[in-house]
């Protein structure tokens, strides 16, 4: 039976790590991106997620060389989006040593281009972010262009046209819950989750390694955050144990675990 993952996220502005908080990136957490990578590979996380949330296009080139030099010393799989705008960037991208590629606005702006990017290296490689957010009436939406743009008020429909047009992972996002520490936003969270067969990233708002359990309770294939991870020393492997042991299949380096009502398996 597959593992269920966790998944650390950097999040860049640039060039520098940030803290987000609803969306608004502020708070400078490390100058060097390379040095919160270090401590994740030294803490057991299973992948790695790098996003781009500069607003000036120009910041793309500076990412790619950013990407060149954290794939040299990551050690677990490495997903990498803003700006994607182009195969030729994409390309640029993967060759710098990403493994995956996070696409927002294009799901919108350029559909195509998701499918031709799926087609040429494979649905395993593009992942789908959809952010949701409240509208007025206070109704969920799903938003684009950094949370600016909404373009559906249903986030499992939206998760179903990303899957058909070649997406073949979803990193779920809730702006309102985005830094909030109260956890993922769970009821938009189940609906993304029952509306598509492939595997699910929940993100946003974890403050308590519970708040991970309740994502994967409500259907995650897997956990993600940012801010938790980068103020909690061996944040990754304390949420692992306490993972395992409420019956999640984590790996966790050194010992065995069992998932409730199922033999132990090796971690």
């Excluded at 991870?229 to 306490?242: G, N, P, V």
Aim: aromatic share 8%; proline share 2%; hydrophobic share 45%.
């Amino acid at each position: 039976m597959l593992k269920q993952r966790m998944i650390a996220v950097l999040i860049l502005r640039n060039g520098q790590v940030v803290q987000s908080i609803r969306f608004k990136h502020t708070n400078v957490i490390h100058a060097d991106p390379i040095h919160a990578m270090e401590a994740f590979n030294k803490w057991a996380v299973d992948e790695i997620v790098l996003l781009n949330v500069s607003l000036e296009p120009s910041s793309a080139e500076k990412f790619v060389e950013i990407i060149h030099r954290i794939s040299r010393e990551c050690f677990v799989p490495l997903s990498v989006g803003g700006w994607i705008t182009s195969e030729d960037y994409a390309q640029q991208l993967l060759r710098s040593g990403a493994d995956k590629l996070v696409v927002n606005s294009i799901v919108s702006e350029a559909p195509e281009l998701v499918t031709r990017l799926s087609e040429s290296y494979g649905r395993q490689c593009i992942v789908a972010s959809i952010d949701v957010c409240r509208s007025e009436g206070n109704d969920t939406a799903v938003a684009v262009d950094r949370g600016r743009r909404i373009v559906t008020s249903s986030p499992g429909d939206w998760a179903k046209r990303c899957v058909e047009l070649g997406a073949g992972e979803i990193f779920f996002n809730s702006i309102s819950h985005d830094g909030a520490r109260r956890g993922y936003d769970l009821e938009n969270l189940k609906a993304v989750c029952s509306a598509v067969g492939v595997p699910v990233i929940a993100f946003g708002g974890v403050m308590t390694w519970e708040h991970m359990a309740e994502g994967l309770r409500a259907g995650a294939d897997a956990v993600a955050a940012a801010n938790i991870f980068h103020y909690t020393e061996q944040a990754t492997r304390k949420a692992k144990s306490y993972l395992a042991d409420e019956g999640f299949r984590m790996r966790v380096e050194g010992r065995a675990f069992a998932q409730a009502g199922n033999d132990a398996i090796d971690g």
